[in-house]
Each structure stands twice: as C-alpha cells, then as structure tokens.
C-alpha cells in the first residue's frame, strides 16, 4: 500500500531527493497519512483476531485487555518502521549506475532525544499499567478456597483440605464458580507447571518448595490444565480437565467425595471420578533408560 | 613423510593415535580409582564414558598439534621460531589444520559452524514432520524431546555464538588496521575447540538412553536424573564456553591494543564496537552457565546434591545461575549482527550512520541493562516474587537502546542512496523482523501476560523472531556482504534476492502463526498436541519444509560462486572501512603498508573525507577515494 502511494515520488528526478515531493504534499505528512490508516487496519485487524482462548476466570478478561492496549500500542510502532523503510527504499534506491553519495547526515540531537524519550515514557506505562493489572489479579480474597496441587510424571492431582478431617483426594480438578481458588503447589519428582489457559494462569510446580497461585472461575465449563515445564518423555501427556461447577453443585460433588472416600477408601472414589468425568487418564510413559 | 613421522608431527595421523590412548586413559583412571576406594563394580560404563568426554577431546587437541607450541615453550625445550609458517591457506588442506592464521581461522568457522546449522536446521524438520498433525508420525516422545534439544543446542552454541566469532575473526584484524589477531595460537585454539563440542552434542545419540532431551536449557532436577545422554550436554558446553570465552579475550585484547595508529575509539567501525561489546558480555557471563553445568556433572556423577531438594539443594538455584549466563547470551546473539547491519547499511545507503555515537553507546546500555534481567525468563518458577517487579521494568527499558538502534538505521536510509543488494534486503529484513521480535519481547516482559504465554509457542515464536529473523538474517547479510572479500569471488546476486524472498516469505508463514497458536494455549516442548491445533500446525510445517528447501539456494549460490564465481574486486561496494582497501582476498599479513587513521568510517558523501591512509602514500592518495564517489 504505501509503495504504490509513493511510487511517483520515486520516479522523481534526483535533485527533487532532497525538496518535498511536488503537489503530493509533504513526504513526512503523506507517510504519516499512509501510517495512520495502515496502523488503523494493523490494529482493527489484531483486535478481530479472536487470540485468546475462554476467559473464564476473573482475571482473564484484565489480562487479554492488557494484551490488546499492548497491541494497539505497538502497532502504530511497527507500521513507523515499516512505512520509513519501505518508503526510503521505494524513493531513495539508487538506478542503475548511479554512483552518488547520499546526504552527509551524522545525526540530529534533537531527534535522537525524542527517540529515547518516547520509547522510554510508552515502557515505563505498560509496565505501571502491568504492575496494577497483576496487583489486580493476584490480590487474595477472604474465604478462598484452598486446593494442593501436586504435580508427578505424568499426571496431576488434587487435594481439597476440610477442616477437622482428612482432605478429600482427586484426580480431576472440580472447581466451583464465583469463588477465588487459591492453588498450593507442589511436585514430587520433577519440575512441572500448571496452566490453565483459560484461567490466564501458570505456576510452576518446584520439588523442594510450594508455590502458589489463585483465580477466580467465572464460568461452568471443561478446561484444559497442561503441564508446560518439560518434565520428561510424557511430558505432551500431561494434560488434565477442570470441572467448573455452580457452587451448589460443586458442593454435592464435595460432599459425594467425603463420602465416597469416608465409605470405601480412596482408591474407589478415584476411579468412580475417573469413570463418570471421562477425564483423561494421563498416559504413564516411564523415564527410558 | 615417514610412517613414524607422520604419527610424530601435529596432525590427524597424531590425533587418531592420540584419541585412542585417551580411551585407555580414561579407562584405566576409572578403573583404577574404583579398584583403590574399594566399589564393588570395578567397571563402570558410564563413569568410563564420562572421564573420556574429557580426556579424549584433549588428547585430539594436542594431538592435532594445539598445545605444540607452548609445552615446547612451557617445558624449556626450543621453540619453533616465529616464522609465520602457520599462516595462510595455499590449498584445501590448510583449513584442515591448526593455522594461525585468523583469516583462515575465520574460514575455518564459517564452514564448520554452517555444517553444524544444516545439521541443526535437519533435526527441526524432523520436528515439524512429527508436529504435522497431532498423534505420532514419526519418534518417539524421548527422541522428539532429544530433537529438540539438540536441535537448539547445536543452533546456539555451534551456529549463532561462533559464526558471529568467525566473521569478526576475520574482519576485525582488517577493520582495525592489525596484522592478525593478538593471540594466533588462542586463537586456533578456539576454532578447534568448536568441532568437539559439535560432535560431541551429536555422540550423545549414541550414549545408551539416547542422546540429551532436556532441552537447551537442561533444568535441573530433570538433567540429574536423565541418562547418560545429559553427560554429552554438560561437558559439550564447557568446550564450546571455552572456547567463546578465549575467542572474546582475543577480541578484547586486539580491539584495545592493536587498533592501527590515529583509529580512536569513536573512529572504529561499529562492527568493532558490537564485538567489543559482545565480548565483553562473554567474559563476563559465559563462566557461569560452565558453572551450572558442572555443578549438574557434579549432581549426577557424585551425588553433589546442589540441586536435589531431598538434600537440601535448591531447584530454583539452577534457573537463577543459568540465566544469568543465558540471558546475556541473547545479547551475545544479536549485537555482533547489530554491527554487520550497521555496516551493510551505511555502506549500501550510501550514507554516514546516523547517530554514530548514540549507537556505540546504546550497545553498552544493552550490555549493562542485559545483566539486570535474567529472572524474567523465571516469572512463573516460584521465585520470591518481589523480584519480577524491577526484572519487569529493566527487561522493557532495554527497548530504549534497541529502539536506538532501528530508529538510527532507519534514519540512516532516509535521503540515502539504496542499493537493494542481497545483504541490504537482508539488512531490512533484519530491521523489520527484528522490530517484531522486540514487540513480542515487550509483552513477554510484561509479568500479567508472561503468566499466560510462557513455555507455550509464542515464546518459540518469540526467539524465532529474533534469532532466526533476527540473528540469522545478519548472519546471511554479513555473509554475502564480506563474500567477495572472503573468497575473491562474487556470488550470484539473482540467487541471493531469491533466497532472501523466499527466506523471508516462508519465515513468516513459519513462525507467524505460531504466535497464535501459542496464545491460544499450545504449551512448548511437545510431541503430540491437542486436536484444535491441528490446521495452524500443519501449515507452520508446510511452510517450514519450504522455508528448509530455501536454504538449498545459499549453499549452491555460495559452493557454486567460491568455485566458479567472477573474480571480485576489492572494494565491490565502494565502503571506506579498512578492509575494502585491500585486495580481495586481502595479503597474508592484510596491509602491506601500515594505514594511519583520519577520520571516521563512514564518511559518504562528505567531500574530501577519508578514513584512512596508507603510510607511505600518506598525502597523495586517500584511502577509499575511489573515483566513482567523488567524482560527480
């Protein structure tokens, strides 16, 4: 697009190289013409791509807004970029046999402070805007609730602790809507890392120590939770669900596992879980060797 | 040359004998040590296999005749005199020595790193032949975690970090006004470390368990517990640390002390000034990633413990020292191409560069500010978390020195005079692609969107942007560019626009898309994939087949012209540094008469301006006053 705007302008004899191009009007205005509308298609064009999976947690419309104020302001950068090279190549190339130097500019003070400045001014706001924005969507909530992660090869499971009892154990992840998780994690072998995409969240999970992470589910649903630190031959395996559940529903199947574990051990409720939920059954590729 | 001779002289006769008693060596150290502290299995494989991975690169080293010089000289015994017989390439056969020569050397890692690149480029078709569609194609999960491993080892440590080594070893002498590099006999020493630590990362296909596959990065405590394989990794690194370290010491040394009479700091290309840099990144980084992989042989092969939580090590320890090395090593991997470009695109926009000083500078803000952001690549470890705030910060302000840096080459275009040559279109490739990469960078520093998309595939698209489009574009720029200087010979340039469109089409269509799939919730490092991933993957490996066969166009463009090519002149493109003064390729000891420095390097366009002039014609005829430039 804009090498055919400025084709004329290359045409233009040489000693027009260094006036503005006749009638067309300034190059510096036309390129800022040209950049406005390509930036303007650039950004209307990466906010129609649909980039983000399911936002279903509280924090992930927070942070695909972040991803998408980053974009538009980017954006107008590279068109920059782009429309000034493609631009100089279009007008400034040398025909055949020309053997002339170009203009024997060293530099300009005053243009080199702007490009500090504003690149330094555009960082320093995404990262204060990034800073709330994680402030935002790691603040903790009173009455989370608590979930231990714990992260093997090649499979996850999940601890629900209860007061005054043993925690209810599972191998799939059931969560309720409407309420912050607050995921304590923790691996017994190797280092993995829980993401759940559409939670917009990941976590390391570390042998040796427990980390943390929280979100808040918004919408009933299954969702993917990948293993994203390479862990081993199985490491492409390891991929579970998470059950988003309405609270009350979530509530029976909480009780349903109390009961199960408390009438015929832990092991029954696992596979009755397993079996009804058709949740994964992680793939137990064996470290060769 | 007599049976006995031959295994007496330095060479590969002597390594093959060599070699081989390094096995015995290694064999009976082991065996023996095991017999004295008293282990019930006297004969033990791996710990054999492991002391020989030392040993026998050593035993090839001095075999081949590395060390002649200085045990002669070490031990008292005369020495060879100085006779510069080392020097220079008269046949085939002179590459395939020790030479001291840097411009040979210079040849030397060239060829050996591009041998490595198309092994390396090899493994990730096979990687995309597996990820055409979800399931399995082609490997196995372990081999497809081994390819990618080796995949991203040979491409870092055996391609982009020494090919950069090899061009400057051989400009930079030239640019600089030097004779050769400080330390030649290092200097060799460098070079041939690179080959073993090449063949090594591929030996470990071999090592029972299959070769390492615990990715480039090798976290512990996955690396301490991986098969012998992970051996081959550790020690792999530590030859070719080595050997970046002793090449940058050498660049520093040269650079500081060798510069030629009246060339100033602010005279001196900017290629020089990116190596300076760079080498200064690697002196004072590159010891700790050796560090990490020691303490990992250290964790395996004794039980050390430092990263095994059982025993109070500490996991994230590993992470922290690695990064620390491997977040620098990004920078080692794109200011030397910084340099190239600056110097592709000066002299093919026929313009001073802009800004020359904010440059120089801007490339020390990057080696200052590239130490203070390794944790970045660590926002979900576990790390305490008061840390990610100000890596946040330093690692988006490091978008000021590198926006310097487009924005001067940009502006170094404007009111040029362009040449579209094939380095100048990869130069702009280079300048475009790169400006992506960095916008990819930003939103990977940025901690709410980091949680989300680290170790998925945009961070594979991420580093692709700015080692292939970035990195790797200089490289081909650099390249063509010092092509005709290099070999006497002028390659193809209708070859040369076709590899640069169709390189720069397929890298698009390759690594664009996997941007999107990587948001879109594709974790890294995997052999099987889900199932609503499948298109996009199968048109990023289409596309990567493509962008593979490209590759088939440089290496005829470049085999074909350094055989058949049209003699080139000396100066094709009409530059003013140093080494476009002489003849191409340039004299044994580069200047047959000392040049003395006036004035900066890039003075296009400025009537009567020189760079430099040689001694004894001091007045009459200035250095790069072509007729064609000034005579308009």
């Known amino acids: 697009m804009a090498e055919e705007k400025t084709e004329t302008g290359a045409r233009s004899r040489p000693e027009d190289r260094a006036a503005p191009g006749k009638g067309t009007g300034h190059p510096i205005g036309r390129m800022f013409l040209i950049g406005s509308i390509a930036s303007a298609i650039g950004v209307a064009g990466v906010l129609l791509i649909d980039w983000f999976p399911v936002q279903a947690s509280a924090g992930a419309e927070d942070v695909d807004l972040l991803y998408d104020v980053t974009l538009i302001v980017a954006i107008p950068i590279f068109v920059l970029v782009m429309a000034v090279a493609i631009y100089s190549v279009v007008r400034f190339r040398a025909r055949p046999g020309d053997m002339r130097d170009g203009a024997p500019i060293h530099g300009n003070a005053r243009l080199e402070v702007v490009w500090v400045a504003i690149p330094a001014v555009i960082v320093c706001g995404l990262a204060a805007y990034a800073w709330v924005v994680l402030d935002e969507i790691e603040a903790r909530e009173p009455d989370s609730l608590q979930v231990s992660v714990r992260a093997q090869q090649f499979a996850w499971s999940f601890q629900y602790p209860q007061p005054g009892g043993r925690p209810v154990e599972s191998e799939e992840l059931v969560l309720p809507a409407g309420r912050q998780v607050n995921f304590t994690i923790n691996a017994v072998d190797v280092i993995h890392s829980m993401w759940i995409p559409a939670f917009r969240i990941k976590q390391d999970a570390v042998p040796g120590i427990q980390t943390e992470t929280r979100a808040v589910p918004i919408r009933a649903g299954r969702y993917d939770v990948i293993c994203t630190e390479l862990c081993g031959a199985g490491h492409s395996t390891m991929r579970q669900n998470v059950r988003v559940l309405p609270p009350s529903e979530f509530d029976r199947w909480l009780a349903g596992q109390r009961g199960a574990a408390g009438a015929s051990g832990g092991a029954a409720a696992r596979t009755e879980t397993g079996a009804q939920t058709g949740a994964r059954t992680p793939l137990q590729v064996g470290a060769q060797g | ?632």
């Open chain 2, 1 to 632: 040359m007599t049976t006995v001779g031959r295994f007496r002289a330095p060479g590969w006769w002597r390594a093959l004998l060599y070699m081989p008693i390094g096995v015995a060596l290694s064999l009976g150290l082991v065996v023996g040590t095991r017999a004295l502290i008293g282990k019930p299995e006297i004969f033990d494989g791996a710990a054999i296999t492991t002391v020989a991975l030392f040993i026998v690169p050593f035993a090839f080293l001095i075999g081949i005749g590395c060390f002649d010089y200085w045990f002669r000289w070490a031990s008292g015994a005369p020495t060879v005199p100085e006779d510069h017989s080392g020097h220079g390439a008269d046949s085939w056969r002179d590459y395939f020595r020790v030479n001291t020569d840097h411009k040979v050397i210079g040849i030397q890692y060239i060829c050996t790193t591009f041998v490595f690149f198309i092994l390396g480029g090899l493994m990730a078709m096979l990687i995309r032949m597996e990820l055409l569609a979800p399931g399995r194609q082609l490997v196995d999960p372990n081999t497809y975690n081994s390819l990618f491993s080796v995949h991203a080892s040979l491409m870092i440590f055996l391609f982009i970090i020494p090919v950069f080594a090899g061009i400057a070893n051989y400009v930079i002498p030239l640019m600089i006004g030097a004779p050769d590099m400080a330390f030649p006999r290092l200097n060799a020493l460098s070079f041939w470390l690179l080959p073993v630590a090449g063949v090594m990362m591929l030996a470990s296909y071999l090592a029972p368990g299959g070769a390492f596959a615990t990715g480039w990065t090798a976290y512990a405590p996955l690396s301490t517990e991986m098969p012998l394989g992970q051996n081959f990794f550790t020690i792999a690194v530590q030859f070719a640390g080595a050997s970046s370290i002793a090449t940058a010491l050498n660049f520093l040394v040269t650079i500081i002390t060798m510069r030629a009479p009246g060339m100033t700091f602010f005279r001196m290309p900017l290629l020089v000034w990116a190596n300076f840099s760079t080498s200064l990144l690697v002196v004072i980084a590159t010891p700790f990633i050796a560090g990490s992989q020691f303490m990992v042989l250290l964790d395996r092969a004794i039980g050390a413990d430092f990263f095994n939580p059982g025993g109070n090590g500490d996991v994230l320890m590993y992470q922290h020292i690695f990064w620390f090395y491997s977040h620098p090593a990004v920078y080692i991997m794109m200011l030397p191409g910084f340099g190239i470009v600056s110097e592709v695109v000066t002299a093919n926009a026929r313009k001073p560069i802009f800004g020359y000083r904010m440059m120089a500078f801007s490339l020390l803000a990057i080696v200052v500010l590239g130490f203070t952001v390794w944790a970045h690549h660590m926002f979900v470890s576990g790390m305490f978390s008061w840390l990610r705030i100000p890596m946040m910060i330093t690692t988006l302000l490091i978008a000021v020195p590198t926006g310097i840096k487009i924005f001067s080459w940009l502006a170094t275009l404007w009111r040029g005079v362009i040449h579209l040559t094939t380095p100048m279109l990869f130069a702009l490739g280079f300048i475009t692609m790169f400006t992506l990469g960095g916008i990819s960078g930003i939103m990977l520093g940025m901690i709410p969107v980091v949680i989300h998309v680290s170790d998925s595939y945009f961070v594979v698209a991420h580093i692709h942007y700015v080692l292939f489009g970035g990195s790797v574009f200089t490289i081909f720029a650099g390249i063509y560019f010092w092509f005709p200087k290099m070999t006497g010979r002028m390659y193809d340039e209708t070859l040369g626009k076709l590899h640069f469109w169709l390189s720069f089409v397929f890298f698009n269509l390759t690594f664009g898309p996997m941007h999107l799939v990587g948001i879109d919730g594709m974790p890294r490092r995997v052999a099987d994939y889900a199932d609503q991933f499948a298109t996009l993957n199968a048109i990023i490996s289409v596309s990567s087949f493509l962008f593979g066969l490209s590759f088939l166009i440089f290496l005829y463009n470049m085999i074909a012209s350094w055989r058949f090519g049209p003699a080139a002149e000396a100066n094709p493109w009409r530059a003013k540094t140093l080494e476009w003064q002489v003849t191409s390729p340039p004299p044994r000891f580069n200047f047959d008469e000392i040049p003395t420095i006036v004035g900066g390097p890039y003075e296009y366009g400025v009537p009567g301006a020189v760079h430099g002039v040689f001694r004894e014609k001091s007045k009459a005829v200035p250095v790069g006053a072509s007729a064609g430039m000034r005579g308009e």
